[in-house]
T-cell receptor, first 110, second 114 residues
Framework: KNEVEQSPQNLTAQEGEFITINCSYS?????LHWLQQHPGGGIVSLFM???GKKKHGRLIATINIQEKHSSLHITASHPRDSAVYIC????????????FGAGTILRVKS | GAGVSQSPRYKVAKRGQDVALRCDPI?????LFWYQQALGQGPEFLTY????????KSGLPSDRFFAERPEGSVSTLKIQRTQQEDSAVYLC????????????FGPGTRLTVT
């Protein structure tokens, strides 16, 4: 079993829909990252969180440390949100390396 | 300022060739990471530098993989005697000591071994 599991693997939504991507992890962590990757490889950090909830524009990230689960929500989705969304955790035992999920491929249709 | 840059962006190598992939981190960033991303997968950690010191190389898949950062800025990932399973995107990321562990990623080098 991978240390970081994401669901769904693929997601197609209609423009304007509310989107949720889930991430579960099996190790103790010091922080969890949500990243966005566009075709061509560039990765952009969206959120880094260790508790509670963060919001940036139409994006919301939540984490439940007890349940070892995080969600990324996109409100009023738009075709430009189409990308791969990756969850990564930084374990408490090693503050340096990230362990990544396989990513969720999101396509938002207009 | 400029972000993390990597070169070449694309590399095709014949099996058995040696390749060298370059990463230019953000100026002043102390930490530098290399990751390998196979098609359809998330990145996997290869190695980590703090300045010129390679503090963690536990993710390097074999002794054909070698990374260096001799002056604590530019880093090179070298793969000797490339194999088809080495085909992947190689990502570099750097981090400022003051950024609370946020990593800034380069665009990656897509290596195809034929």
């Amino acid at each position: 079993k991978n240390e970081v599991e994401q669901s769904p693997q693929n997601l197609t939504a209609q423009e304007g829909e509310f989107i949720t991507i889930n991430c579960s992890y099996s190790v103790g962590i010091s922080a969890l990252h949500w990243l966005q990757q566009h075709p061509g490889g560039g990765i952009v950090s969206l959120f880094m969180l260790s508790s509670g909830k963060k919001k940036h524009g139409r994006l919301i990230a939540t984490i439940n440390i007890q349940e070892k689960h995080s969600s990324l929500h996109i409100t009023a989705s738009h075709p430009r949100d189409s990308a791969v969304y990756i969850c990564a955790v930084r374990s408490g035992g090693n503050g340096n390396k990230l362990v990544f999920g396989a990513g969720t491929i999101l396509r938002v249709k207009s | 300022g400029a972000g993390v840059s990597q070169s070449p962006r694309y590399k095709v190598a014949k099996r058995g060739q040696d390749v060298a992939l370059r990463c230019d981190p953000i100026s002043g960033h102390v930490s530098l990471f290399w990751y390998q991303q196979a098609l359809g997968q998330g990145p996997e950690f290869l190695t980590y530098f703090q300045n010129e010191a390679q503090l963690d190389k536990s993710g390097l898949p074999s002794d054909r993989f070698f990374a260096e950062r001799p002056e604590g800025s530019v880093s090179t990932l070298k793969i000797q005697r490339t194999q088809q399973e080495d085909s992947a995107v190689y990502l570099c990321a750097s981090r400022d000591r003051r950024s609370s562990y946020e990593q800034y990623f380069g665009p990656g080098t897509r290596l195809t071994v034929t």
